[in-house]
């Protein structure tokens, strides 16, 4: 399941720092909007959403931010563990029930 | 529960060769996915099934790719004749109602044509 590394932005944080992972969007009329996180060897793995009519939701030291306006998408993690090293995904829905994935970020946590 | 599980988890198969890769959707979930993940192309959807029916084949590349999903807990998606451009990761997820419910994915099968 690894998938792309060559062509992926790259990310790396110390450990214990805070990271953001940045995606923007091209759909206006996206209305619900994903975050997935990939494992080397693993499918991707659902983290959080979040819909058009909210701008930012929490789960555990996740946070995800969409700014509408200029379609942009953020997560955070808080205190990021070597097990946060993964390539993490957007999606989004942009209507006809179809959800289109981001090329990807990689995400680097240095101990 | 087992989650998605993918049948086989790594495929070798020479040029023209027929391939099939297998999945096992979540139990109770309706909706069933079919993904492919290359270097050059990322994460794309090539067919998604509800309720065991075709809603939306549009990603499949052409013809040499064919998905069924005989019922709600099996499917399979074929490869024939297989070329070496069709090497990639093939992921299978499935979600309770649709797409924009949270999809499971399967650990994916490493498909290598020679």
């Known amino acids: 399941g690894e998938s792309v590394g060559l062509h992926l932005p790259t990310l790396s944080v110390q450990e214990g720092d805070n990271s953001i992972i940045n995606c923007a969007y091209s759909?206006?009329?996206?209305?619900?909007f994903i975050w997935y996180k990939q494992e080397s060897g693993k499918g991707p793995q659902f983290i959080i959403d979040?819909?058009?009519?909210?701008d930012k939701r929490q789960g555990q030291r996740v946070t995800v931010l969409l700014n509408k306006t200029v379609k942009h998408l953020s997560l955070q993690i808080a205190a990021t563990q070597p097990g946060d090293s993964a390539v993490y995904f957007c999606?989004?829905?942009?209507?006809?029930?179809?959800?289109?994935f981001g090329t990807g970020t990689k995400l680097q946590v240095i101990p | 529960d087992a989650g998605v599980i993918q049948s086989p988890r790594h495929e070798v198969t020479e040029m023209g060769q027929e391939v099939t890769l297998r999945c096992k959707p979540i139990?109770?979930?309706?909706?069933l996915f079919w993904y492919r993940q290359t270097m050059m192309r990322g994460l794309e959807l090539l067919i998604y099934?509800?309720?065991?029916?075709?809603?939306?084949d549009s990603g499949m590349p052409e013809d040499r790719f064919s998905a069924k999903m005989p019922n709600a807990s099996f499917s399979t998606l074929k490869i024939q004749p297989s070329e070496p451009r069709d090497s990639a990761v093939y992921f299978c997820?499935?979600?309770?109602?649709?797409?924009?419910?949270?999809?499971?994915f399967g650990p994916g099968t490493r498909l290598t044509v020679l």
């Open positions: 099934f509800n309720n065991n029916v075709p809603i939306d």
């Open positions: 759909n206006s009329a996206s209305d619900y």
């Open positions: 979040i819909r058009s009519n909210m």
């Open positions: 999606a989004e829905d942009g209507g006809y029930q179809k959800v289109t």
């Open positions: 139990s109770g979930h309706n909706s």
């Open positions: 997820a499935s979600s309770l109602v649709g797409p924009t419910d949270t999809q499971y």
